[in-house]
């Protein structure tokens, strides 16, 4: 391309000395009597970048034509830079070389440029391994009801059944079709005569069932009473019969005598038998009030009779998770009567509000394991309780005397011997009551109970004495 035809960006050719060091206004600039190139002069209206491009494309120049580039030099090391009115024309220019300076510091990050077009499509990978099977999701909600489906295909014939047993007897059925009109019958043949001649008599049939038995009949009418027979003959003597009863008395005979004679007295006759408890007669009308008595003397003072306590403690709790962990209080949380709240059933401690005697028992049931319990009062046992069988029930009931905010909960040994069991089918339950407090009037203050302090031990009871041989 030639030198004057090059293309020359907006805005005028950009120099390639921009940002260096340049001299200031006041530096002496060697304009007029500087020593140009002999037939180089440039007209006023001359394009400076244009022969900047034209002087340097026009090769290796005339010998005592090349300018004097070490003004050039001063101005690139000028600690100020000059304006570019002020500058050369030849030191505008791609050939100068002026001393590299430093690196500059990285620019910011240009904004991002336009996507570009889509590559083409690769090729298919190889098919991946399977993945790990995920966690099973929520159940889903009920679909809706489908179709019903075909008839499917008739079963093999199953085996010949047993014979079964005879069925009652039906009812009668509905009354059948009136039936088709028979064929007319042969003609028949007119007799001799017009009476009717009765045929010889039929073989006698087979004998019928016997019937059921009929209901009894009425009673029939009682027949006129007969004629008296005839005396018959004497017969022998009979034995003779018992006592019979006293007759009834008789009626009062009519006396007609006037002037008679009294007869001797008769023999007493013996006596007769107890007569029957008559019935009690009406009371009587009750009698006169009678005169007020003296007073009496002073009773013995009695003893006291029982207050009426003014505090009332009872529980009842059954157990929720099967199998407890041991070396702490077994939980009961399935409340069963806690109306004065002294029993917790997340802890499954009861503490005790007042001093006072009170009763505890627990009924347990054991399952698939051996069950070691035990009743702990402050942490030291009461009682324990051994179930060697992997089927079976453990129980206790004792009787306490126990000082207010005393704690009792129930215990297992370890995890060998928590055969301690609940289902829907059965139960096991801690149970205890305030029985009677020390006092019946309640405590005058109110005080926050001790925290709990110690160690959750299984401990040991003190062994029975065993007597000697």
């Given at each position: 391309m030639p030198?004057?035809?090059?293309?020359?960006?907006?805005?005028?050719?950009?120099?390639?000395?921009?940002?260096y060091p340049m001299p200031g206004e006041g530096y002496p600039m060697p304009m007029e009597g500087h020593p140009m190139p002999s037939g180089m002069g440039l007209p006023p209206s001359a394009n400076m970048t244009r022969m900047t491009r034209s002087f340097d494309g026009?090769?290796?120049?005339?010998?005592?034509?090349?300018p004097d580039l070490a003004f050039c030099q001063l101005l690139l090391e000028s600690p100020v830079p000059p304006p570019i009115s002020s500058v050369p024309w030849f030191c505008v220019c791609s050939r100068c070389k002026g001393t590299v300076g430093p690196k500059g510091d990285r620019g910011d990050r240009g904004l991002p440029g336009s996507p570009g077009s889509p590559g083409r499509r690769g090729f298919t990978g190889f098919r991946g391994r399977p993945g790990f099977v995920g966690r099973q999701g929520l159940k889903g909600q009920k679909g809706d009801e489908g179709q019903k489906g075909e008839r499917g295909a008739m079963g093999f014939t199953g085996a010949k059944g047993d014979r079964g047993y005879k069925g009652d007897k039906g009812d009668a059925g509905m009354e059948g079709p009136e039936g088709e009109q028979g064929p007319k019958g042969e003609p028949g043949h007119c007799p001799a005569t017009c009476e009717s001649?009765?045929?010889?008599a039929g073989d006698p049939g087979l004998p019928g069932q016997t019937g059921v038995r009929g209901l009894p009949g009425t009673a029939g009418t009682p027949g006129m009473k007969g004629e008296k027979g005839d005396t018959g003959s004497m017969g022998p003597p009979g034995h003779p019969g018992e006592q019979g009863e006293k007759g009834?008395?008789?009626?009062?005979?009519?006396?007609?005598?006037?002037?008679?004679v009294d007869g001797m007295n008769g023999h007493p006759g013996?006596?007769?038998?107890?007569?029957?408890?008559?019935?009690?007669?009406?009371?009587g009308q009750p009698g006169m009030a009678g005169p007020k008595g003296h007073q009496g003397d002073q009773g013995v003072m009695g003893a006291p009779g029982p207050c009426s306590p003014a505090?009332?403690?009872?529980?009842?709790?059954?157990?929720?998770?099967?199998?407890?962990?041991?070396?702490?209080?077994?939980?009961?949380?399935?409340?069963?009567?806690?109306m004065q709240g002294h029993y917790d059933p997340n802890s499954g401690i009861y503490m005790a509000p007042v001093n006072g005697t009170y009763v505890f028992s627990y009924h347990?049931?054991?399952?698939?394991?051996?069950?070691?319990?035990?009743l702990f009062h402050n942490f030291m046992p009461v009682v324990k309780t051994t179930e060697p069988m992997d089927l079976g029930t453990a129980s206790q009931q004792v009787v306490l005397h126990l000082t207010m905010f005393d704690r009792v909960w129930v215990q297992v040994k370890d995890s060998s011997t928590n055969g301690m069991y609940a289902s829907g089918e059965s139960s096991?339950?801690?149970?205890?009551?305030?029985?009677?407090?020390?006092?019946?009037?309640?405590?005058?203050?109110r005080d926050f109970p001790p925290s709990l302090q110690g160690d959750f031990s299984w401990g040991e009871l003190r062994p029975p004495i065993i007597p000697s041989p």
């Open positions: 030198p004057d035809t090059y293309p020359t960006p907006p805005g005028g050719y950009p120099m390639p000395g921009e940002g026009m090769g290796t120049l005339p010998p005592g034509a090349e001649v009765q045929g010889p009834e008395q008789g009626a009062e005979g009519a006396c007609n005598c006037q002037d008679g013996p006596q007769g038998p107890k007569g029957d408890k008559g019935e009690m007669g009406l009371n505090i009332q403690s009872a529980f009842s709790a059954a157990l929720g998770s099967i199998y407890p962990q041991p070396n702490l209080p077994v939980a009961f949380t399935h409340i069963l009567y806690n347990l049931s054991v399952f698939s394991k051996v069950l070691k319990v035990g096991s339950t801690f149970s205890g009551f305030l029985l009677h407090p020390d006092s019946c009037d309640p405590p005058l203050f």
